[in-house]
């Protein structure tokens, strides 16, 4: 309980309580838990003194938040245009046939979250997927199910993998 | 390399600051440069710089060698590419076993390669430099001319290269007034999309009463098929930075926002580098320059709205709530980010600004068409065999670029159209492929320019199925404030859906075009009063396309499943009995020796036997 308040300050106190940097202050938020815990968008609402349907209707709004937990593994299909073209929704379609899960959805057993993209703008190696920051060109149906196949379900690799990503 | 406790205090500190760096670069007689956009990285570009770091490193040789990694040279079709000093070797499709060749063969022998240069496709001639590439020789580099060149992680190869002279020549020697008229005169028009007069919105925000006053870039590159800013603000996020800087002190401003794009995490990175940098050397701050002009940045995330593209939604977000926009009675530069005078200038508008301010608006007039001055960058995409990025002078034919700089449809395939202009643009056919490119004549066609996505199509795609995906896009993106933009892009989905699906009414098209009207004069923004274009364009060069759908029940370019039939070649069946295993329901009869049959009663239109015939045999009718 305590920590998440101390986090809520410090997170706050970054943008000097600035009610203006609601959206980073979120997503630092996120950055940190992996999604916006009720407890935390509570916290942060009382602390900056704003309704927090407020903070509600922010988090709805932009397709960046999210408010339930996520997988161990993010998995992101590009649906630009050009994928599109070249049949990024049959990759879709085989990924979720597969793993039974939907766009913006993640897995039940946890194992990745999948979302689609609008475009990630890497559109000269369409189709795109961004698999926990690396991103696989030329993609087929039968290619991403094979990289997704080979994701390990540890918690940690997320985390190795962002680190390498950040690094 | 900068120093620590480098502080720039004059202009003239700048300038010795660059003559000492140029004379250093003499030096360091051998350089290999490492794309690392996102095209090349993905193709493991980082990999390959850090092994060409630790062959430098290790190198006996004395002579200095530098290994630097670059911003995208928009050849992301052959990446990684790599380019080699002295020579400007341009090197392409190169992977890890090549570097130790390369580093021992031309960087330490000065020998070419033959295998790694580019090889013209129809001539079968190997280019040694990037301007000896159809690809390159057609194009204008302004924007794009610090992409590739240098380290968009060192300030101090912005400043070496002439970088942060348009701003010391700003503040030295122009009044702000005078900014505004240099920029007015070179007839720069916004690149995002509106094509709005530059100079004219700096001069109705330097005249506007109350303050603060904000300045902003756009860097919310939201178009699918389009990643021209974001290479921009990886490649030279400098550009931005001081375009962004003119700008304030033109409008008289002295906070600064650069709103990007929350998938672009390369791009946060190298601006947030680039503006740490510029305060750390005194290009930013506090008195830059002992000018006593203050100016400072701040970077803001989007966080995943199409809509945040709109001015007015940006900075509904940058104040932190919903990307809403809001009507324009009042125009943003009267009153815009906290109900204060505000600027919004897309990052490649701003990126023209130093060299406009360095060479002169006569200059920059001298390139482009009458009302459309200077270069537009394009993300050239889709079936075409160079996709990549590309810088070219305004009133150039869509066809040279497509062909030329593209080098044509890929796999023999026919051009059917190319689109411009993001969701909101339109699609325009081969016959007007001579059409020049500049704002006017692409409105004229029904697309239009917008923030410079080209996404060219082949003969295989279905031009109802593609308005439909726009519809669908713009659907989902809508913000839902306004009613025709919410409903109306519901009911042309639904009528679209339709279509595709082999149900389309007689008199749908008339409806599509009714509802189009309704939102072309009704929506908020510019959203909404766009997003029929795809739908309104493709009806009016493919007229015909959407009459077989819903007359014959019938997908010319067989896309739409439903719409065609799957049939087996009896000449090229080898009968394999590959499709007869894979059919999920059996409908596929043969014999060994004896060419496969689809019995259409049975067949689903999955499609399985057309994916797995390995003789291509199965064929689409």
């Not at chain 2, 490492?34 to 002579?63: P, W």
């Not at chain 2, 505004?180 to 009463?209: C, M, V, Y």
């Not at chain 2, 060994?592 to 689809?598: A, G, R």
């Amino acid at each position: 309980m305590g920590q998440e308040i101390q986090l809520i300050e410090q997170i706050v106190d970054r943008y000097d309580s600035e009610v203006g940097m609601l959206i980073p202050m979120m997503q630092d938020l996120q950055a940190k838990c992996g999604y916006l815990p009720t407890e935390h968008i509570r916290t942060l609402a009382k602390t900056l003194n704003v309704p927090l349907s407020r903070l509600y209707s922010v988090a709805t709004f932009y397709s960046s938040f999210r408010l339930a937990p996520k997988g161990a593994h993010e998995v992101t299909l590009c649906m630009g245009t050009v994928c599109y073209l070249k049949g990024a929704p049959n990759i879709s379609e085989a990924i979720c046939k597969e793993f039974r899960v939907e766009p913006g959805g993640t897995t039940r057993d946890r194992l990745f979250s999948f979302q689609a993209f609008n475009c990630v703008g890497a559109c000269a190696l369409a189709p795109v997927m961004i698999v926990d920051g690396k991103y696989y060109d030329a993609v087929t149906p039968q290619s991403a199910l094979e990289i997704i196949h080979e994701l390990s379900p540890a918690d940690e690799t997320v985390d190795a993998a962002k680190k390498e990503d950040s690094a | 390399m900068i120093s620590a406790g480098t502080k720039l205090t004059s202009p003239a500190d700048l300038e010795s600051f660059a003559k000492k760096l140029r004379s250093s670069e003499d030096k360091a007689s051998r350089s290999v440069r490492v794309c690392i956009g996102t095209g090349c990285a993905a193709k493991g570009s980082r990999r390959l710089y850090e092994l060409f770091v630790e062959a430098a490193e290790q190198s006996a040789q004395d002579v200095t060698i530098e290994a630097k990694h670059v911003g995208c040279h928009g050849f992301c079709e052959r990446g990684p590419i790599v380019v080699i000093q002295p020579g400007d070797i341009f090197y392409q499709s190169v992977e890890e076993p090549d570097v130790p060749e390369i580093f021992r063969e031309t960087i330490l022998g000065g020998r070419v390669i033959q295998r790694l240069l580019y090889e013209d496709p129809s001539t079968g001639k190997k280019a040694k430099k990037a301007e000896q590439i159809p690809f390159y020789n057609v194009q204008h580099r302004i924007v794009l001319a610090n992409n590739g060149i240098i380290d968009p992680t060192q300030i101090s190869d912005y400043i070496k290269i002439g970088g942060y002279a348009a701003l010391a020549k700003v503040l030295t020697s122009m009044t702000p007034d005078q900014v505004i008229e240099e920029i007015t005169k070179s007839g720069l028009r916004g690149r995002g999309g509106g094509g709005f007069p530059t100079g004219l919105k700096w001069r109705a925000a330097r005249d506007a009463n109350g303050g603060p006053k904000y300045v902003i870039a756009n860097g919310d590159e939201g178009d699918p098929g389009a990643f021209m800013d974001r290479s921009l603000m990886e490649g030279s996020p400098s550009s931005v930075i001081e375009g962004l800087t003119i700008c304030a002190y033109a409008i008289g401003s002295s906070q600064g926002y650069i709103y990007v794009r929350n998938e672009y995490p390369l791009a946060v990175k190298h601006l947030s580098l680039a503006i740490d940098s510029a305060r750390e050397v005194g290009l930013l701050g506090n008195d830059i320059l002992d000018s006593g002009f203050t100016f400072d940045i701040t970077i803001n995330r989007g966080a995943g709205a199409f809509v945040c593209g709109e001015e007015t939604a940006l900075m509904a977000s940058l104040e932190g709530s919903t990307g809403e926009p809001r009507p324009k009675y009042i125009l943003p530069v009267e009153r815009g980010l906290w109900s204060k005078p505000s600027i919004i200038n897309n990052v490649e508008t701003l990126a023209n600004v130093p060299p406009i301010i360095v060479n002169g608006a006569d200059w920059f007039t001298s390139l482009g068409t009458d009302k459309s001055k200077g270069t537009k960058i394009f993300s050239l995409v889709g079936k075409i065999k160079n996709t990549g990025l590309v810088e070219v002078p305004m009133g150039i034919s869509l066809r040279r670029i497509i062909d030329e700089i593209g080098g044509g449809i890929r796999d023999g395939k026919k051009f059917k159209a190319v689109q411009t202009g993001g969701p909101s643009g339109g699609c325009i056919p081969a016959e007007q492929l001579d059409a020049r490119v500049d704002f006017e004549e692409l409105t004229k066609l029904g697309s239009m320019m917008g923030s410079g996505g080209m996404i060219v199509m082949d003969e295989d795609t279905c031009m109802v199925r593609l308005a439909k995906y726009f519809t669908d896009f713009l659907q989902k993106e809508s913000c839902g404030k306004c009613t025709p933009c919410r409903e109306g892009l519901a009911q042309m989905l639904y009528i679209l859906d339709r279509i595709t699906d082999g149900e389309g009414q007689v008199g749908d098209v008339q409806r599509l075009e009714e509802l189009a009207e309704l939102l072309e004069g009704t929506a908020l923004c510019a959203l909404g009063k766009t997003a029929a274009n795809p739908v309104l364009s493709t009806i009016r060069y493919f007229h015909d396309e959407y009459d077989a759908h819903i007359l014959q029940k019938r997908c010319p370019a067989k896309e739409c499943r439903g719409l065609f039939r799957y049939e087996i070649d009896a000449e090229a069946c080898k009968a394999c009995g590959i499709c007869l295993k894979e059919c999920p329901v059996g409908a596929i009869t043969g014999e060994k020796e004896v060419p496969h049959v689809i019995d259409q009663d049975k067949c689903t239109l999955c499609g399985t036997c057309w994916d797995k015939c390995p003789f291509t045999a199965v064929k689409k009718v």
